[in-house]
């Protein structure tokens, strides 16, 4: 029982730390797979055209 116990408190604190990492990162990662996407759709779009 005890150890069930401290597996709840401990699980719920590492989530919310890795929440509020990944928001923070996100939006810089997110920016680099558009940015990537759009570079990979510029060279299909220039492949199909040649």
């Given at each position: 029982?005890?150890?069930?116990f401290i597996?709840d408190?401990?699980t719920?604190?590492?989530p919310?730390?890795a929440f509020?990492?990944?928001?923070?990162?996100?939006m810089?990662?997110l920016?680099?797979a558009?940015?990537?996407?759009?570079i990979?759709?510029?060279?299909?779009?220039?492949t199909?055209?040649l």
């Open positions: 029982m005890r150890v069930g597996k408190d401990v719920p604190t590492l919310r730390a509020r990492y990944l928001r923070r990162v996100g810089i990662e920016m680099a558009v940015g990537i996407v759009a990979l759709v510029g060279i299909v779009a220039g199909m055209t």
